[in-house]
């Protein structure tokens, strides 16, 4: 029986999509396997799937670019899951071609999971572990570092049940790791991200958001030394920083472009001077309830910008500012920032372009600052202008 590329496709979609929806939801992984690989061929195959095992000769001789095809299109990571448990061809197939899996759809036995999959997935490059509820603990990440040494990004977010045992796993076996996510993991100790930032040196971005025992001034002179490539930092709410931390970074990791300080109530105009100076990248700045900052840190930003249009009218400037704005602060956040003054925030408005307080493209947040209320961007002098400038935007 002949039958197309396309309706092999629909076909082995279909019964993927039934076997996940008949047992993987409801955490049953065992049987989804063992129902397909009884379905793999023969009379038995013909009854269950209405055919489809007779048409391949047995699931196994499905080619790997047909297999991988319909498992891009399903765009159901559960699928890969459950495709993986077939035969050992599809496994293998899977293992060679899938590069990115996501795990945040598991609810339960998330850990017995990663553990049990890990060694199918040899070539992954993108990771995403991030739980709704505590479920992974440092076994299976061990299992990810034993087998994935290939992996690019890993979003271990809100996985509160991790020690150190996991960053020195992913330093042994994750040595080119660009994108790493622990926010919410507050159990890492300084020393561990010490250790991880000697190893993976080519991180680009990196999420510390809550971890305030591994966010310590020492980690950071750590990435400085480690990690020039960096690119974005969150370290929001680690409240242990101070302004050492911070300038440190600016010196070491010029190429920063974003940097999240909210909350990190002891950091001074030093830490926004060092990175005015030492990140000509820039484009975003958080600074939300760093109360010790002042006019002499907006003044130092409007100084560094790249921008130098001042006094230019809106026409006149128009195609500049166009330009311009791919440089220079695109997002600053200062609410709750109570010592700064309106004429040092406006100074920082009128030297990006890109930053706004008008509504449509909200980008300098001053919330909970009631003495900013006079600071205005631009396109509330030309609201009209703005608009198209909007809809020329949203043209590309």
Same mark, same amino acid.
């Given at each position: ?149 290939? /992996? $690019?990004?890993? @979003? *271990? ?6 020690? =150190?045992? &996991?960053?020195? #796993? %992913?330093?042994? +076996? !994750? ?80 190429? /920063? $472009?974003?940097? @999240? *300080? ?6 001074? =105009?030093? &830490?926004?001077? #060092? %990175?005015?100076? +030492? !990140? ?117």
């Amino acid at each position: 029986m002949q039958i197309s590329s396309r309706s092999l496709v629909q076909l082995s979609l279909g019964y993927l999509k039934k076997m996940v929806n008949a047992n993987l939801m409801s955490g049953n992984l065992d049987n989804s396997f063992s129902a397909l690989m009884v379905s793999g061929g023969g009379e038995s195959g013909q009854a269950q799937n209405g055919g489809l095992g007779t048409i391949l000769s047995g699931w196994k001789d499905l080619p790997m670019e047909l297999l991988l095809r319909i498992i891009s299109v399903a765009g159901d990571d559960r699928m890969v899951v459950v495709a993986s448990g077939v035969c050992t061809g599809w496994r293998d197939a899977l293992g060679w071609g899938v590069t990115s899996l996501s795990f945040s759809w598991c609810q339960d036995h998330m850990n017995d999971l990663v553990i049990s999959l890990a060694h199918k997935f040899p070539k992954l490059q993108v990771l995403s572990l991030r739980q709704i509820k505590p479920q992974l603990e440092d076994s299976a990440v061990e299992a990810v570092a034993n087998y994935c040494h290939d /992996l $690019r990004e890993l @979003d *271990l977010s809100r996985s509160f049940r991790l020690t =150190d045992r &996991s960053l020195y #796993a %992913l330093a042994h +076996g !994750c040595l080119h790791l660009t994108r790493l996510n622990i926010s919410g993991s507050s159990n890492f100790s300084d020393a561990a991200l010490v250790y991880l930032t000697s190893q993976c040196r080519n991180l680009k971005c990196l999420n510390l958001c809550g971890c305030v025992r591994a966010a310590s001034d020492r980690a950071l002179q750590a990435i400085a030394r480690n990690c020039d490539q960096l690119q974005s930092l969150n370290l929001g709410w680690c409240d242990n920083i101070t302004d050492k931390g911070v300038t440190s970074l600016a010196s070491g990791c010029p190429e /920063l $472009r974003a940097v @999240d *300080l909210c909350g990190c109530v002891l950091i001074t =105009d030093e &830490s926004v001077v #060092a %990175l005015a100076n +030492g !990140c000509p990248h820039l484009r975003s700045l958080g600074l939300y309830y760093c109360q010790n900052i002042t006019d002499r840190a907006m003044y130092s930003l409007a100084a560094n910008s790249r921008v130098r249009g001042k006094g230019m009218s809106w026409d006149a400037g128009r195609s500049s500012r166009s330009k311009d704005d791919k440089d220079g602060l695109a997002s600053l956040n200062i609410s709750q920032c109570t010592a700064l003054t309106p004429p040092a925030v406006q100074a920082v408005c009128d030297s990006f372009p890109a930053l706004h307080t008008c509504p449509e493209r909200h980008s300098l947040i001053i919330s909970g600052c009631l003495s900013l209320t006079s600071v205005h961007c631009a396109c509330a002098l030309h609201p009209h202008r703005a608009g198209r400038a909007i809809l020329s935007n949203h043209a590309y």
